[in-house]
């Protein structure tokens, strides 16, 4: 199957601070790239959907100036949560697809203190 | 079982018997569905996935059936391993439905294997 892959694999960062979260495509360029949340024991939520070379389109309820995502070139997109609280600690995960099949990331742990 | 709450369904099995994870969807208009495993602190991982024109395929020890007249996928895991302990989520799209393969997520069940 398709790789893809998160950077970081964890962050804690301090409330008021930006993160930043790259994922990338490793083996298949893609177009397309989804982004995800999950809280424990529950299941992955959609944020939104990263289009290469163009605005991403988000989900009805989530903030787009607090989760900036950008989509600069075929094989990666970054999702920056600007100004974090403790609110936004959650299991974030990305997704791409060479094909039809969506391929998952190994996610990223953000804890904000 | 239906979820309640927070609560993830649960499927606790002895080493070497089959595995049964069941999966209602709701949109009709799903023609693609895919089975994902997710281990603790990892992301999903491809399974098995399956096509709305047909009601069953086989994998490694894994098959997928699905019944579209009531909306049910199943998973069926043979001869299940320890290592086989997960959670597993059902996730359905419309493909060419011009939502880029959004997929939608079931709420998960969670498999024990105990040897």
């Known amino acids: 199957g398709a790789v893809v892959s998160q950077h970081p694999s964890r962050v804690i960062c301090k409330s008021g601070t930006s993160v930043k979260i790259e994922c990338r495509s490793l083996?298949?360029?893609?177009?397309?790239m989804f982004w995800y949340r999950q809280f424990p024991k529950q299941s992955l939520m959609l944020m939104a959907t990263?289009?290469?070379?163009?605005?991403?389109?988000?989900e009805q309820g989530v903030e787009k100036d607090k989760f900036l995502i950008n989509h600069a070139s075929l094989t990666l997109s970054t999702l920056t949560v600007t100004s974090a609280h403790p609110e936004d600690s959650s299991f974030y995960i990305c997704s791409a697809s060479p094909s039809d099949t969506q391929y998952f990331g190994p996610g990223t742990r953000l804890t904000v203190l | 079982g239906e979820s309640v709450g927070l609560h993830l369904p649960t499927l606790s099995v002895q080493e070497g018997d089959n595995s049964i994870i069941n999966c209602a969807y709701s949109n009709s208009a799903s023609d693609y569905f895919i089975w994902y495993k997710q281990e603790s602190g990892k992301g999903p991982q491809f399974i098995i996935d399956?096509?709305?024109?047909?009601d069953k395929r086989q994998g490694q020890r894994v098959t997928v059936l699905l019944n579209k007249t009531v909306k049910h996928l199943s998973l069926q895991i043979a001869a299940t391993q320890p290592g086989d302990s997960a959670v597993y989520f059902c996730?359905?799209?419309?493909?060419?439905?011009?939502?880029?393969?959004?997929?939608?997520f079931g709420k998960g069940t969670l498999l024990t294997v105990n040897p």
């Open positions: 083996d298949f360029q893609a177009t397309t």
């Open positions: 996730a359905e799209t419309h493909l060419g439905g011009g939502s880029n393969y959004k997929l939608t």
């Open positions: 399956i096509r709305s024109n047909m």
């Open positions: 990263s289009n290469e070379g163009s605005k991403a389109t988000y």
